[in-house]
T-cell receptor, first 112, second 117 residues
Framework: EAQVTQNPRYLITVTGKKLTVTCSQN?????MSWYRQDPGLGLRQIYY???????DKGDVPEGYKVSRKEKRNFPLILESPSPNQTSLYFC???????????FGSGTRLTVV | AQSVAQPEDQVNVAEGNPLTVKCTYS??????LFWYVQYPNRGLQFLLK??????LVKGSYGFEAEFNKSQTSFHLKKPSALVSDSALYFC???????????????FGKGTKLSVKP
């Protein structure tokens, strides 16, 4: 089945403890992206990648890192999480810019 | 800079009535426009897109949207609403004319659609 897989689905962590949210797609898509969803703010793009080793900042990149060493994987790294990063995170992929993104099921992160 | 606005936080419709969820956009050139739907505790699902061509675009689940360049709008419509259409709807825009923007899809804040029996 063609899909975008994120792990974990739920995560509670403490301030300052480094964490990684994994994202993998099995559709050989060129583009991948991370979004966060917050009530009243909609979805805001964190980072996106147009190919292996090609990444760019979205609207809210502060406090996040990404890497694209393989086409299928696009992990989101929080080096020192803070409570304001408590949110619902979505990974997405797309074959080209002319197509919409296919989204994963989401990761609900709570930083205490 | 590109942006998209959904002026209504919530739209209430009776089942069987037509529905419209509004979206306006701002880009420097010709936009790529998308609609997504999010059901409770789920990810986003693609509904339809406008890239070029016919201004009326048909998508999944009986939804359609009309691209209006003069009004910079891309409203989502359905002739007869179902209770099962109740969900959160997002409009999104990309500016293909902007260098390096291929992956930069900007979303609106979302509109909650509530369809009552």
């Amino acid at each position: 089945e063609a899909q975008v897989t994120q792990n974990p689905r739920y995560l509670i962590t403490v301030t300052g403890k480094k964490l990684t949210v994994t994202c993998s797609q099995n559709m050989n898509h060129e583009y991948m992206s991370w979004y966060r969803q917050d009530p009243g703010l909609g979805l805001r793009q964190i980072y996106y990648s147009m190919n292996v080793e090609v990444t760019d900042k979205g609207d809210v990149p502060e406090g996040y890192k990404v890497s694209r060493k393989e086409k299928r994987n696009f992990p989101l790294i929080l080096e020192s999480p803070s409570p304001n990063q408590t949110s619902l995170y979505f990974c997405a992929s797309s074959p080209t810019g002319n197509y919409g993104y296919t989204f994963g099921s989401g990761t609900r992160l709570t930083v205490v | 800079a590109q942006s998209v606005a959904q002026p209504e936080d919530q739209v209430n419709v009776a089942e069987g009535n037509p529905l419209t969820v509004k979206c306006t956009y701002s880009v420097s050139g010709n936009p790529y426009l998308f609609w997504y739907v999010q059901y409770p505790n789920r990810g986003l699902q693609f509904l339809l897109k406008y890239i070029t061509g016919d201004n009326l675009v048909k998508g999944s689940y009986g939804f359609e949207a009309e691209f209006n360049k003069s009004q910079t709008s891309f409203h989502l419509k359905k002739p007869s609403a179902l209770v099962s259409d109740s969900a959160l709807y997002f409009c999104a825009v990309r500016d293909p004319g902007r260098r390096g923007s291929q992956g930069n899809l900007i979303f609106g804040k979302g509109t909650k659609l509530s369809v009552k029996p």
